[in-house]
Nanobody
Framework: VQLVESGGGLVRAGDSLRLSCAAS????????ARWYRQAPGKQRELVAG??????NTNYTNSVRGRFIISRDSNTVYLQMNSLKPEDTAVYYC???????????WGQGTQVTVSP
C-alpha cells in the first residue's frame, strides 16, 4: 500500500486547509489511519486518528475543535480550520494493519501558517 499526501501550503493564521492522503496498491488493509506532524526541532506528534471501519476518531488536545479527520474508501482527510502559527509542521499520513502489524507512511506535506 502506498500513501500520497497532498493539500499542504502556506496560509495565514485563521485560514483553513484540507489535507488528503490517498491510498493505492495492494497489501493488508489498514484498520486505522492517523495524521502526525513534525515541527522543526520537535518530535513527531500524533494529531488525529480514525478507524477505517466504524470511523471512530480521536484528536490531540491542541487541535480538538479545530481539525476534523474523515475518510472515504481510499482517502483520509484532515480538515484544518482556524489555523495557528504553531500548527506549522510537516504533516504525515500513516495507516496501520493491526492484524499484521504493518504500517504504511506517506512522504509528508508541508503546512506553514504565518501570523
Amino acid at each position: 500500500v502506498q500513501l500520497v499526501e497532498s493539500g499542504g501550503g502556506l496560509v495565514r493564521a485563521g485560514d483553513s486547509l484540507r489535507l488528503s492522503c490517498a491510498a493505492s496498491g495492494t497489501g493488508p488493509k489498514p484498520d486505522v489511519a492517523r495524521w502526525y506532524r513534525q515541527a522543526p526541532g520537535k518530535q513527531r506528534e500524533l494529531v488525529a486518528g480514525i478507524t477505517t471501519g466504524a470511523g471512530n476518531t480521536n484528536y490531540t488536545n491542541s487541535v480538538r475543535g479545530r481539525f476534523i479527520i474523515s475518510r472515504d474508501s481510499n482517502t483520509v482527510y484532515l480538515q484544518m480550520n482556524s489555523l495557528k502559527p504553531e500548527d506549522t509542521a510537516v504533516y504525515y499520513c500513516m495507516a496501520k494493519s493491526l492484524t499484521h502489524q504493518i504500517e504504511y507512511w506517506g512522504q509528508g506535506t508541508q503546512v506553514t501558517v504565518s501570523p
